[in-house]
């Protein structure tokens, strides 16, 4: 069995693999190289012929993280390296995630600096993500969106059946390891212009990482986030029964609803923490 399995997602990436794979192979001769080909319209699964490199292609696109999912399913190695297929990330820093990985970690993620952002827009959704799920886990989250990373096959098979369709992969893996208590480095990184367009846009995709938001909270510990709304809406409540109760000298509706939502929004995460902590049980 090989010790290193190398999965990179791909839709009408030709251009960028053709390219990327010989470097791969000279970086890493000994390890799988898996192309999961998300219903490329190119001459992709052609091109990864060519080169020798195992390619399973779909009749049709499932997504970002669909293609990680198959991808995993099929690699055999100990170590599941992931890389995007459009040339953004380098080959040689592979090497340097796996020393670092047998430091005693069992995720590492190449961190993006400012200048390896996809635009001003992206960087600040990212730097907004990092410092959420920062404060939720009490950890230091350099790069939460990033798609490079390595990881133990094992550890990370344990949540394959979270990870979503879509391009939140990164996300989902990043809070579930670290709701599992298992240790996490970052390693900075350049990543390089990619080749060829993007497939995420920003009007089909927007709501969709507005959603990543709330499932950092979700994934990790929903009373992180359920508590202090339901706080806000006591507190509203109390703000508009003391104005109420000085120039009319009674109890409103308004404020018996805010309490009342206040108390409906707790139980709601008090309910959620308990269904978080039923998904993260594992059973050997």
């Known amino acids: 069995m090989p010790r290193l399995s190398i999965i990179l997602p791909a839709k009408n990436e030709a251009p960028a693999l053709a390219d990327l794979l010989p470097?791969?192979?000279?970086?890493?001769?000994?390890?799988?190289?898996?192309?999961?080909?998300?219903?490329?319209?190119?001459?992709t699964a052609a091109l990864c012929a060519g080169h020798g490199v195992g390619c399973l292609?779909?009749?049709?696109?499932?997504?970002?993280?669909?293609?990680?999912?198959?991808?995993?399913?099929?690699?055999?190695?100990?170590?599941?390296?992931?890389?995007?297929?459009?040339?953004?990330h380098d080959p040689e820093d592979v090497a340097r995630m796996l020393e670092k990985l047998d430091q005693g970690y069992d995720m590492v993620v190449g961190a993006r600096d400012w200048d390896s952002q996809a635009g001003v827009g992206r960087g600040l959704a990212n730097q907004l993500y990092n410092w959420l799920a920062s404060n939720m886990t009490g950890h230091t989250v350099a790069d939460l969106t990033s798609g490079f990373r390595a990881v133990r096959a094992n550890r990370f098979r344990e949540f394959l059946h979270l990870l979503p369709n879509g391009f939140s992969y990164p996300t989902t893996s990043t809070m579930a390891f670290f709701r599992s208590a298992y240790p996490i480095s970052y390693l900075?990184?350049?990543?390089?212009?990619?080749?060829?367009?993007?497939?995420?846009?920003p009007l089909r995709?927007?709501?969709?990482?507005?959603?990543?938001?709330?499932?950092?909270?979700?994934?990790?510990?929903?009373?992180?986030l359920f508590a202090p709304a339901s706080a806000l809406f006591f507190l509203l409540g109390l703000i508009n029964y003391a104005w109420t109760f000085v120039y009319e000298g009674r109890l409103t509706n308004m404020s018996t609803l805010m309490w009342s939502a206040a108390v409906i929004i707790f139980l709601i995460g008090l309910v959620s923490e308990q269904i978080t902590a039923l998904t993260y049980r594992h059973d050997d």
């Open 57 to 88: 292609s779909s009749p049709y696109s499932m997504g970002n993280g669909a293609a990680i999912k198959r991808g995993v399913r099929a690699a055999t190695g100990e170590i599941l390296v992931f890389m995007d297929g459009d040339g953004q």
């Open 188 to 201: 900075p990184i350049k990543a390089a212009q990619r080749v060829g367009k993007s497939h995420i846009r």
């Open 205 to 224: 995709d927007g709501l969709r990482f507005l959603l990543i938001i709330f499932k950092i909270a979700t994934l990790y510990s929903p009373l992180k």
């Open 23 to 43: 470097r791969l192979k000279a970086a890493q001769p000994s390890a799988e190289i898996i192309v999961v080909d998300d219903g490329s319209t190119d001459d």
